[in-house]
């Protein structure tokens, strides 16, 4: 259903306080709302660009109902949100943009794959694994290796351990939790490259260039625009990505993660429904951010234009990374980034750059 | 002298607290810093986007030497800050950059004019007028007409009265509040240029294109860039600019406003000790902003690059303007950028936009 655009002076609600919603509230002061923000951090990155931080867990009610009466629109800066949280903010009144039904898809990566075969996508093989047993057959079918993921709650490399050939399955199991998870062949690809694409409430789609990403001990390290692809490729990823965007009737942001191989095509790795890492370049490089953009979505305004201005290697900052400042800000086209986090510890993210050349 | 940079975790101190202050600390925010503002508004555009609002007047000693200790660097957002409290603000231990010793200059038209031609920049023509009979001379000399401009806290067009032939002295000196002034000339021009640079701790200058810019009522309303001048001019508006940069060891971003006339070049009309309106597109159209470049500056960070990759016309939302907000959204290529400011009073400025486009 369209709604009028909400004016300026309009609160967004933030549900998670990081980064993301960081840049997320960043932009929203830009074109004039107020921001609250909402998690259990008693100093995170986003507190400094809110006007007010509720800090509470996602389970208490009380400061839920609160959260939900003062915002005129929430959203969410990380998939992994309890399901119930936002159901309950739906239940005292809030809009949640994007709604909850996606959340149901990307918290499970089972449910994840289903989904996307059943829109025709193409993904890494896999098997459903409840039990030992499950992964004992399943390594069999794929000739003795993969990689082991729990369904839920897995990011940035955690909750993942791949097999090899003699790698015992009660072992593999329980290190990765013992929990209901999927074994994933390992997939021979060229590259991977992310489509970071939006909806607004008119239905209209825009897409930013994909990057091709690169990454380090399980986190995304570098995105490059342009991609190394072909423009039929990059059709394709636009193409697979709006029917994900129009199947669940999605307002804001969503990145599809793609492995492009010349030999077998594209094939959907993860959906994120949220402004991506991959794309903090488009803060730099193009006429609109995904953070704008999410913002104008969310807050039914007409999306602004994606289109690019310049290339970018965008390159994340990850733990003692950020002690090089003093040298990155000799570049003057090196654009920093910094979260406002004080402890630098292994595999944080800290910041980012964006190196800018011309077209 | 040179100090190392302050490393990002650091707190800028910005007085002031409008819309140059919300961007200025938008900018250090990016950069990782906090920033604590300073002023006596209740609910000043800059308190969403900082961390701390030391919310006194500028006589205020104790509230202004809490400030000074809290801050690792302070900055100001605007000329007209006394004086005498960035006095204070150095004696209870506060570095200040832009240093003191610029405002005394900028703050009177005057000493202002004065320097300007001791640097060996033209000016417009002017009078010293400190009485009624003082203008009666000066208008006598300038054949009747003339521009009188209060020596100090004039801007945006106010503390300006025109005259023109039959004007009586008495009245228009009374108009202009009585005070100390200066009789200007009219000059004809072809258009008006502001040369914005910064210069570094490390003496290094950097320059923004000059953007040509139109006024409404006296109130900027647009400055486009590429501005119609050639490149011998705008070369010619950096050098002078540099020069005044370098006389007063300036550190920060610098403004210089330039009437052009091709049968009398250029005419240096005023200068602002601070990033400026005319500026707003650097945000979008540029590399580095001039409100990251201050930034960088007053921390001591080496300069970022003031290149720019788009082409931009700026326009200035005054007061009821920015009730066009929805019509302006739906052109995708305009930023809209709003000071969250309340109440759309006349003259006011509420917000700007800024529409790019391709080199």
Redesign the interface.
Known sequence: MKTP?L???STIGIMGTGQLGRMLA?AA????F??IIYGPDKTPPAA??A?EHICASYEARDALELFAQKVDVATYEFENIPVSTVGLLIKYGASVRPGHEVLEVCQDRLFEKQFLQKLGLMTAPYWDVKSPHDLEIALKDMEGSGILKTRRMGYDGKGQVRLGQGDDPQTAFKACGGVPAILEEFVEFDCEISQIAMRGQGGEVSFFDPPHNLHKDGILHQSHVPANISLEVSEEARHLTASILEEIDYIGVLTVEFFWSSRKGLMANEIAPRVHNSGHWTV?AC??SQFEQHI?AIAG?????SAR??NAVMTNLIGED?KG??DL??N??I??????K?EARQGRKM?HTVE?S?L
């Open positions: 655009p004016p300026p002076g960043a002061a830009k074109l004039g107020k921001v400094q660009l006007n730099e006429v609109s104008r305004w007409p999306l602004g234009s201005h310049s950020v400042w003093s800000i000799k003057p086209h654009a920093l980034t910094l979260y406002g004080e910041g800018t011309p």
